[in-house]
């Protein structure tokens, strides 16, 4: 099974593609390595989800917003290099969560984009190393933001 | 126009290149990649810019420590490697300010070193991926610390 | 002297190498490089040190707990690959502590875990380029986390 065809029997539907807030690209190719800039959560229509973790929106509403943050992160990998089969493997994520002092299920949190990345490339190379940690604020309000580093075939 | 001349024509000083604030380096090659350590806004006499943005720096004045952030970033890649030439590309950068739970301009303010970058080295090879996010605390009180990868020609 | 016999002459004690809480991977070879996913603070028995630097922990409390981080990272590194003796030398450190908005002595705490790499790998090959950073919050209340960037042999 390809990582197209394994995204394509999980019945979601990609968001389009978000364009820069600032001056940076979404991805950029170095050699086998493809950087992804720090991505929010991109509804189908465009909009953002909204909110912070473990107030607006609780850790399950959390866990989609992640999840919505890996599908955002796929439509740029699609949009950019044309297939998700490009990807060989996952190497890095850093997931951040815009959430109080107490909040502490990060892990959970983040979860919802790995466990996207796992079931596209596999559970062995969808899943590389990662850090999910609490921001003090991010861009425009959103709840989650991940930055990743993929290796290309 | 190389990255010097370009630097040159913006009329702007360097500030001394900072000593490390605790057990690291400044500056690190491997191969052809070059790691910068996350820097603050060092001014030209060597004091550095302090505050929280969004209370004591405005946006305007976010934005400015953004850029003096870049240009003592600039400051070490010229003082360790000799030359702004010696730079091919922007790969990554992290930006990070400190704001309150509120504050929602990340992309904005980061823009200050982006900007910086792409007028140094161009719009293509100067503007790579990022992550622009809020912290909940900077080291010694500063409101934007950014950390880079660059590429070695 | 080789890393090994370095660790050894500092009469420290090993963490257990932690299981993941979430899905990631603790450790990832690409090539020469190891990339380590960020990791907590465990203690000799497996439980995890809790706290706030600069409440319930206090400076040298929190530096510590960056040191017992830097342990359970040689953990990870010894488990996964065998010996300390594999990594060449530490390219790059990323230093995260969970703090409040007037907190300032990130790079203090870090040298924590910095000091320790120095006298693992020596202090020109232990010491990588390096950010220390205050975040709103961390995973299950963990005072301190770290993910770094090494180089094999």
């Known amino acids: 099974m390809t990582a197209e065809e394994n995204f394509a029997k999980l019945g979601l539907v990609l968001p389009p593609a978000p364009k820069p807030l600032g001056v940076y690209k979404p991805l950029l190719v170095d050699g086998r390595l493809v950087y992804l800039s720090g991505h929010g959560p991109v509804n189908a229509d465009g909009t953002l989800i909204l909110g912070r973790v473990g107030k607006e929106l609780d850790e399950e509403a959390g866990k989609l917003a992640a999840r919505q943050v890996g599908l955002t ?4 990998i699609r949009t950019q290099l044309g297939s998700l089969d490009r ?3 996952v190497i890095k994520v850093l997931g951040m969560v815009s959430c109080d002092a ?5 892990p959970y949190i ?4 790995s466990e996207l990345f796992a079931a596209v490339w596999g559970v062995d190379n969808g899943i590389g190393v990662r850090s999910a940690v609490g921001m003090g604020s991010l861009p425009g309000g959103i709840p989650v933001e991940i930055e990743a580093l993929f290796e290309l075939h």
Chains 1, 2, 3 share one sequence.
């Open 87 to 89: 990807i060989k493997r």
């Open 73 to 76: 992160l796929l439509s740029t």
């Open 102 to 106: 107490d909040f502490e299920k990060h």
């Open 110 to 113: 983040i979860n919802g984009c």
